[in-house]
C-alpha cells in the first residue's frame, strides 16, 4: 500500500465543487477550531496541566467536518476515544472540552471523565468510549433507537482502522444489516492503530468492502479533502434515512501526531508524516479552494482571528474553572430518583 | 505579542529532561507546527513544536543541557511574555527512542489517599450498603404462581405501562424464551418489542445499551449468565460506568435478566454464579430473587430504575410456585431484604435458591431448639445492611449461604459488614457455607458435594450456637 489515499483527490480547479462557499467557508472555519484547539491542549498537556492520556485529532479534521455538514437535529455521533474533533463538530463548547482535559468542574463531565469520555445529549454526541471497539455496538444502538421510535434520524459510529478488526464490529454490523438500522459506519484510518500499520494488523486490505458479506454498501474516501467527505456523507446519509439500512465509509486519513502524547513514534519516518502534511493538509487544501472561489486573504484571516480567540478562551476558562469539590466523588454513581 | 516556551512535559510523570537540540536559532521566525527542538528523558526523545507564531528572540537554556525543568523558561518569542504562557507541545519524532508503552504513563497520584481518607467518613456509600427505609407495605390478596410467570406477568406489565420498554435476547420471541419465560409476549406486543437476537451477546448487548444511552428502556434476557461474560465489557465499561463518566448526563436504564448459577447436571461452563462479580461494581445494580413475588416485585423496579440493573434468576426455581399478591401496582424496592423468617439465636443470610435452603434448615433447627432468623436479602447492590446488622444484633451469630464459591463471594462480604457495624455484637465467628471452590462437576454424586447442602448448613447454625 502506499502513502497517498487510495481514491483520487479532487483537485483545486474542479468544476462542480460538492461544497458552495459558504459551506466550505464554515468548514474550513471548523477544521481549524479543532486544528489551533488541539495544538493547545497539546501545549496544555506539556505544561503538566492535562494528565493520562491525551490522544490528538490534528490531520483528520476533514473527516468529522464533512461529516457533521451533512447531518440535522437529532441525528447522533459517537466515537472513540479521539473525540476533542468529534465534539467540537458537533458545536459543542471549547470551553467545556478544554475544562474537562485540564479535569475542572467546568468540563462537560465535570472533571469526572477527561479526555476519553465526554457527552452531549444536546448535540447528539454520545461519547467518548475508552474500550477500543465498543463504541460501535453502541453506534449500533443508537440507530436502533431512531428505528424503534420511527424516526429519519441516523447516528455517525466513527471507529478506527485498529478497532475494525474487534470482533463486535462485525456482530454489529451483522445487526446492523439485519434489522436495517440506520447506521454509517465510520472507518478513521489513519494507517496506525497505536504503533500497528494497517498492513500488519488486517488482512482485508480494502476496509470499506469488510461490511460486504452482510451486503452493507461502502466506499473508500479521500479523508483528508473535507469536499471529497461531504460528498460521501450525503450519499451515505441519503441511504439511511431513507431506510436502507447501514452504510459504510473508509475514510484514508492521517494523523501528525502520536497516537497520544507520549507516543515516540519509532513506526513511521519523518518524511512520511512531512509527505501528508505538505501535500494532503485538509486546511491548506480548502484554503487554496476558497481563495479559488475568491475569498480573500482578509476573509481567511478574519477566521483565523476569531479561532484563535475561542481557543485562548477555552485556555484560559480551563485553567480558571476550579477543580471539582470532593463532594463530586459521590454523585452520578447511580441515579437516586423515586420511581 | 511576546510569549515565553516552556520546557514541556511528555508524560504525567515527567519532572526534567534533556533540551538535546535546537533546531531555530535566535532570530528565527516560526510558526504553528514548526518543529523547534529536541528534548530528551530516560524513555523517549521527542521533537518540540511552536504553538504560537513569533520570533525567537532569545534561547535562554543552551542545547546539551541536561536536567531541564519541566515548565521552566526555555526560550522567548518576540521579547517573551505578554502574551501569555506558550509552552510547546512534545510531538513524535523518529528513532533513537527505547520501548515505552502507552500504559505505563500515569502513576497514582498522591491525591488517592485523600480521597481514600473521605472515603472511609462514608463506610455506607463505599461499600454500596444502604440502610433500609419503611417497613414493607402489605399488598393485600395473594395467588400460587410460579417464578416463571411472575417474571413473564412483571414484563408485560411493565411493557403495557411503557412503550419506551422492549425485550431482546435468543430465542425471546417466536420460540417463547428458552425456558418459557417470554412465553405470550411476542402474541401481545409484536415483534417490534419483543426481538429475536442472533447468537451474538457482544453485540446486541452494546446495542441495546446504546439505546438506553438514548432513553429507551430494554429488557437483555441472556439464555443464561454465563453467556453475559461475553458482553461483560458493556455491562461494566458502557452501562456502569457512563452515568459517572458523564458528570450525570447519560443515564442507562436497562434490565439485564435470565437464569444464574448452577441449574443441573450442566457442567462447569453453565453453573456458575456472578452474583459477588456483578455486586462488586459500582454503577450497577443487582438483585437476585427467590419466590414468585420477589420476582415480579425486583423484576418491575429493576425496568423502572434509571440505572443497569441486573437481575439474577435461578432455572430450577422457575417452576416452583409461591404466592404473590395479585393487586396490579405490586412492585418491590431494590436495597430492601426481607426477614423471611424471625428467630432469636442465629441470623442465617441468604439470596435466590438458597433462602429455600435456609428455610428447610431454620426448619431443622426449630425441631433442635435452635430458634434462626431467615434474611432473604433480595438485593445485593445495593445491600440491605442495615437489616443483617439489626438482625445480627439480636442473635449475636451469622451464618451466610450461597451457591457461588466462598473466596471474594457475598458471603465474606455480609461478614464483613457484620465486622465493620456490629463486630461488638458477635458470639462466635460468622460462618459461611458456599459451593466449593472448584469448577462444577458434571458427575450426579460430585455435584451434589459441590453446592451448599443443607446439613452444612444446619451444622453451620449449631456450630455458632455452640450446640
Given at each position: 500500500?502506499s ?81 476533542h ?128 458479506p ?66 494532503h ?59 | ?15 526534567e ?29 521527542m ?40 509552552a510547546?507541545?512534545?510531538?513524535a ?43 414493607e ?5 395473594t395467588q ?16 403495557r ?17 428458552a ?50 461474560m ?9 452501562a ?16 439485564f ?50 440505572n ?5 434468576e ?34 442465617i ?16 433447627l ?36 450461597e ?9 465474606a ?33 460430585l ?21
Amino acid at each position: 500500500m502506499s502513502t497517498e489515499p487510495a481514491t483520487k483527490r479532487r483537485g483545486k480547479a474542479a468544476k462542480e465543487p460538492a461544497m458552495g462557499r459558504d459551506k466550505l467557508l464554515a468548514a474550513y472555519r471548523d477544521m481549524l477550531l479543532i486544528r489551533r484547539f488541539e495544538e493547545k491542549a497539546g501545549q496544555l498537556y506539556g505544561m503538566g496541566l492535562i494528565g493520562g492520556f491525551c490522544h490528538l485529532y490534528i490531520g483528520q479534521e476533514a473527516v468529522v467536518v464533512g461529516m457533521q455538514l451533512a447531518l440535522k437535529e437529532g441525528d447522533q455521533v459517537i466515537t472513540s476515544y479521539r473525540d476533542h474533533g468529534h465534539m467540537l463538530a458537533t458545536g459543542m463548547e471549547a470551553r467545556g472540552v478544554m475544562a474537562e482535559l485540564t479535569g475542572r468542574i467546568g468540563g462537560y463531565s465535570k472533571g469526572k471523565g477527561g479526555s476519553m469520555h465526554m457527552f452531549s445529549r444536546e448535540k447528539g454526541f454520545f461519547g467518548g468510549h475508552g474500550i477500543v471497539g465498543a463504541q460501535v455496538a453502541l453506534g449500533a444502538g443508537l440507530s436502533f433507537a431512531n428505528m424503534y421510535r420511527g424516526n429519519d434520524n441516523v447516528a455517525l459510529t466513527y471507529f478506527g482502522e485498529g478497532a475494525s478488526n474487534q470482533g463486535q464490529v462485525y456482530e454489529s454490523f451483522n445487526l446492523a444489516a439485519l434489522l436495517k438500522l440506520p447506521c454509517i459506519f465510520i472507518i478513521e484510518n489513519n494507517k496506525y492503530g497505536m504503533g500497528t500499520s494497517v498492513e500488519r494488523a488486517s488482512a482485508s486490505k480494502d476496509l470499506s468492502r469488510n461490511g460486504s458479506p452482510w451486503g452493507i454498501p461502502g466506499e473508500q474516501v479521500d479523508g483528508m479533502n473535507v469536499q471529497t467527505v461531504h460528498e460521501a456523507a450525503q450519499r451515505a446519509v441519503a441511504h439511511c434515512r431513507a431506510g436502507n439500512g447501514p452504510y459504510l465509509l473508509e475514510m484514508k486519513t492521517y494523523r501528525y501526531r502520536g497516537h497520544s502524547m507520549s507516543d515516540p513514534a519509532k513506526y513511521r519516518t519523518r518524511d512520511e508524516v512531512q509527505r501528508m502534511r505538505e501535500q494532503h493538509d485538509c486546511l491548506e487544501m480548502a484554503r487554496n479552494d476558497l481563495l479559488a472561489m475568491g475569498v480573500t486573504e482578509g476573509d481567511l484571516k478574519a477566521i483565523d482571528d476569531e479561532v484563535k480567540a475561542i481557543v485562548q478562551d477555552s485556555a484560559d476558562f480551563a485553567q480558571q474553572s476550579p477543580e471539582p469539590p470532593e463532594s463530586e466523588l459521590w454523585t452520578d454513581v447511580v441515579i437516586e430518583e423515586a420511581r | 505579542m511576546g510569549a515565553e516556551i516552556l520546557m514541556p512535559a511528555l508524560s504525567p510523570t515527567m519532572t526534567e529532561g534533556k533540551l538535546a537540540r535546537w533546531l531555530k536559532k535566535e532570530g528565527e521566525t516560526v510558526k504553528s507546527g514548526d518543529v523547534i527542538a529536541e528534548i530528551e528523558t530516560d524513555k523517549a526523545t521527542m521533537e518540540v513544536e511552536a504553538v504560537d507564531e513569533g520570533t525567537i528572540t532569545r534561547i535562554l537554556v543552551p542545547e546539551g543541557t541536561e536536567n531541564v525543568s519541566v515548565n521552566s523558561v526555555i526560550a522567548e518569542l518576540d521579547g517573551g511574555k505578554g502574551g501569555g504562557a506558550a509552552a510547546p507541545s512534545p510531538a513524535a519524532s523518529g528513532d533513537k527512542v527505547p520501548e515505552q508503552r502507552e500504559k505505563a504513563a500515569p502513576l497514582p497520584q498522591a491525591e488517592d489517599h485523600e480521597a481514600r481518607a473521605k472515603k472511609d467518613e462514608h463506610p455506607f456509600a463505599a461499600t454500596a450498603a444502604t440502610p433500609s427505609a419503611k417497613p414493607e407495605r402489605d399488598w393485600g390478596a395473594t395467588q400460587k404462581i410460579t417464578v416463571r410467570e411472575a417474571l413473564r406477568d412483571a414484563m408485560a406489565a411493565e411493557m403495557r405501562r411503557d412503550a419506551d420498554v422492549f425485550l431482546i435476547g435468543e430465542e425471546v420471541a417466536q420460540y417463547q424464551g428458552a425456558y418459557k419465560v417470554s412465553q405470550g409476549l411476542l402474541d401481545e406486543f409484536g415483534p417490534k418489542r419483543v426481538l429475536d437476537m442472533p447468537i451474538t451477546e457482544h453485540g446486541f448487548t452494546g446495542m441495546a445499551v446504546g439505546a438506553a444511552f438514548t432513553g429507551l428502556k430494554p429488557i437483555v434476557e441472556f439464555m443464561t449468565f454465563n453467556f453475559s461474560m461475553q458482553a461483560i465489557d458493556h455491562i461494566i465499561n458502557s452501562a456502569a460506568k457512563t452515568l459517572y463518566m458523564s458528570g450525570g448526563q447519560l443515564g442507562c436504564p436497562i434490565t439485564f435478566r435470565g437464569p444464574n448459577g448452577a441449574a443441573s447436571r450442566v457442567a462447569a461452563q453453565h453453573s456458575q454464579c456472578y452474583a459477588s462479580w456483578y455486586a462488586h461494581c459500582p454503577g450497577l445494580k443487582v438483585v437476585a430473587p427467590w419466590s414468585a413475588a420477589d420476582a415480579k416485585g425486583l423484576l418491575r423496579a429493576a425496568i423502572r430504575d434509571p440505572n443497569p440493573v441486573i437481575v439474577l434468576e435461578n432455572e430450577i426455581l422457575y417452576g416452583q410456585s409461591f404466592e404473590c399478591p395479585t393487586d396490579e401496582d405490586f412492585i418491590l424496592e431494590i436495597g430492601k431484604a426481607k426477614i423471611e423468617r424471625p428467630g432469636t439465636d442465629v441470623t442465617i443470610v441468604a439470596f435466590s435458591i438458597m433462602v429455600g435452603m435456609a428455610m428447610q434448615a431454620a426448619e431443622k433447627l426449630a425441631e433442635q431448639g435452635i430458634s434462626a432468623e431467615v434474611i432473604n436479602l433480595r438485593s445485593l447492590r445495593p445491600l440491605d445492611t442495615e437489616t443483617i446488622v439489626n438482625s445480627v444484633r439480636k442473635t449475636n451469630r451469622l451464618v451466610t449461604v450461597e451457591e457461588g464459591w466462598p473466596f471474594a463471594g457475598i458471603g465474606a462480604e455480609v461478614a464483613m459488614q457484620i465486622m465493620e457495624h456490629a463486630f461488638d455484637h458477635l458470639d462466635a465467628p460468622p460462618v459461611r457455607v458456599a459451593g466449593l471452590d472448584i469448577p462444577m462437576p458434571y458427575a450426579a454424586n460430585l455435584e451434589k458435594l459441590a453446592l451448599p447442602r443443607l446439613e452444612q448448613v444446619v451444622e453451620a447454625a449449631r456450630n455458632v450456637t455452640y450446640r
